[in-house]
């Protein structure tokens, strides 16, 4: 029992260790990045469709306006400045899917989806890094005040219900689907995406099963 444990637990130390070091190859964040605000965009461009026939939630991350930065530009702008590691762009994508399952009346669109994404950063870097930027810094990054930063945070954390913690396991799970995405070198299919409003990530720490990983967007 115990050289199956020990087994096991080297096989997953052994994937995230792949899953790093892809990250860090210099052709794997733009194509990543690319493919995260394609993800996004559409999400958001679906619940901007929808939103008028949807309660929605009042909250710090919903913009009077759509910003005109693109959600593409937008993150890159974040991976240019924020000098955090690789990993927590993966992370953040595990936040950001946490958030959207547990906060269904405040759907992923065009109003919030930049403010989600620099606070999803933010915490990543600062649950996964040794050394981080402050949210003065972040705020300057993202375009906003360090006090909207500071609100944008802790409405964040609680809308995650402070479940920060990400197993091996969900990490290797959300990259490996984020990788075979990449290869394809093609956008989600809306199908994709109206399926998520039925089914969710569904974070089986233990399963094995083959998962439809796509952001919800109800």
Avoid: W
């Amino acid at each position: 029992m115990g050289d199956f444990k020990f087994h096991t637990f080297n096989t997953f130390g052994t994937k995230i260790f792949s899953a790093m070091a892809e990250l860090e190859n210099p052709n794997t964040m733009p194509n990543l990045l690319t493919f995260l605000s394609s993800l996004l965009e559409e999400v958001a461009e679906s619940n901007d469709a929808s939103s008028g026939f949807k309660a929605q939630q009042i909250s710090v991350f919903q913009g009077l306006t759509r910003p005109s930065i693109s959600i593409q530009s937008y993150l890159d702008r974040i991976y240019k400045y924020a000098n955090c590691s690789p990993s927590c762009f993966i992370v953040a994508y595990v936040y950001l899917d946490r958030f959207a399952q547990r906060q269904p009346s405040l759907p992923i669109n065009s109003f919030n989806v930049h403010r989600l994404l620099i606070t999803s950063v933010m915490v990543a870097a600062k649950f996964m890094d040794d050394l981080y930027y402050n949210n003065a810094y972040y705020a300057k990054v993202g375009g906003i005040s360090t006090i909207e930063m500071n609100f944008l945070e802790v409405g964040f954390l609680f809308g995650l219900g402070f479940n920060l913690n990400v197993t091996p396991n969900t990490f290797h799970a959300y990259f490996s689907y984020l990788q075979r995405k990449m290869m394809l070198q093609q956008p989600p299919p809306p199908s994709i995406l109206a399926e998520a409003s039925h089914s969710c990530f569904g974070e089986e720490e233990n399963s094995h099963q083959n998962k439809q990983l796509a952001l919800n967007c109800s």
